[in-house]
């Protein structure tokens, strides 16, 4: 598809997942790196993969925010802009995306990872991955690439009207005394020993939500630790909910800060792992609705967007 040659390539990527329980061996063998998962981790992933209705929406909600956000940079830049997706794990891979906006005539791009906190595992792979692409095409596009958001004001903005809004789902008796906990991915312990700034990110996110939201209360966790021998990143989520519960804590808001999609690790890890742990502990319990494709965090991403292209060396597109 030839494109004008004032037409802005928007490129979001997402981590992918499979469509449907056939594809859950090669994704998870592609995620291992060539090294397909045991018969017992395939069949527990399986079995969550059921429990949440056979499939994630989040290749759909992905493809939602590309193209809700190209429309609103459009009409911001005045002029057009094309939306692409580019998956980590899954197809539309990132390479193969990247090769067809080359073949598309796409002279200039913005590259945005659906990864608000920035890790040399998460969004430095991503960019990895674009560049490859680029190589692989034998031609030039110049890319503007996103490194961090994680304190963009609209983003921050969004999280806290929904931390508000969690916290009326928890009975009245337990909203005074509830505890926020802000969640993101959990990674290997390794990367702080690099200087990676993810950990700092995320508790940088949870203050900014927490001072917009007015709480009192609060702290950061992990979830969704890899099934490895290695050291993951902690406190994972469920321990955090024993703990809070045993302290006399009456209620818990779980905010998936470092995810912007409903996908498995939601559905999964925070509506039933963290949930059946809140109800065994005694603890009440609500999980701030996902960001997705609403308006207002559609409104953020344009603007982090068109952010990072004003000023490409600083800001949004930034390192810290």
């Not at 056939?22 to 395939?42: A, K, M, Q, V």
């Not at 993101?184 to 939201?213: F, M, N, W």
């Not at 321990?239 to 209620?251: F, S």
Request: glycine fraction near 8%.
């Amino acid at each position: 598809m030839d494109r004008s040659p004032d037409t802005l390539g928007l490129l979001i990527m997402a981590y992918g997942t499979p469509e449907t329980l056939d594809d859950l061996e090669p994704y998870y063998t592609h995620i291992r790196g060539g090294r397909p998962p045991s018969p017992e981790n395939l069949a527990e992933l399986t079995e969550r993969y059921r429990l949440i209705g056979e499939r994630s929406p989040l290749n759909v909600i992905t493809r939602r925010q590309a193209v809700g956000t190209a429309q609103r940079l459009a009409a911001r830049l005045g002029r057009p802009v094309a939306a692409y997706v580019g998956c980590k794990h899954a197809r539309p891979f990132i390479q193969d995306t990247v090769r067809r906006m080359v073949r598309d005539g796409i002279r200039e791009a913005v590259a945005l990872v659906m990864a608000p906190q920035y890790s040399i595992m998460s969004v430095a792979a991503y960019h990895k991955a674009v560049q490859e692409g680029l190589a692989s095409a034998g031609a030039g596009m110049d890319v503007t690439y996103v490194d961090h958001w994680h304190l963009h004001p609209g983003f921050v903005a969004a999280l806290a009207r929904r931390v508000r809004s969690a916290l009326l789902e928890l009975p009245p008796a337990a909203r005074d005394g509830a505890v926020v906990v802000f969640t993101a991915h959990s990674l290997p312990q390794r990367i702080l020993q690099q200087g990676d700034p993810y950990d700092r990110h995320l508790k940088e996110t949870a203050d900014a939500v927490a001072r917009e939201a007015g709480l009192r209360r609060w702290q950061t966790a992990y979830q969704s630790a890899g099934m490895t021998s290695d050291p993951w990143l902690g406190p994972d989520i469920c321990d955090v909910i024993r703990d809070l519960a045993a302290e006399g804590v009456p209620g818990v808001v779980v905010c998936p800060a470092g995810f912007v999609a409903d996908h498995l690790e939601v559905f999964y890890d925070l509506d039933i792992e963290a949930r059946d742990a809140a109800a065994e502990a005694g603890i009440a319990f609500a999980r701030t609705a996902s960001l997705n494709d609403a308006p207002d965090f559609l409104d953020a991403l344009a603007d982090i967007a068109a952010g990072a292209l004003a000023a490409p060396a600083a800001g949004a597109a930034g390192r810290a």
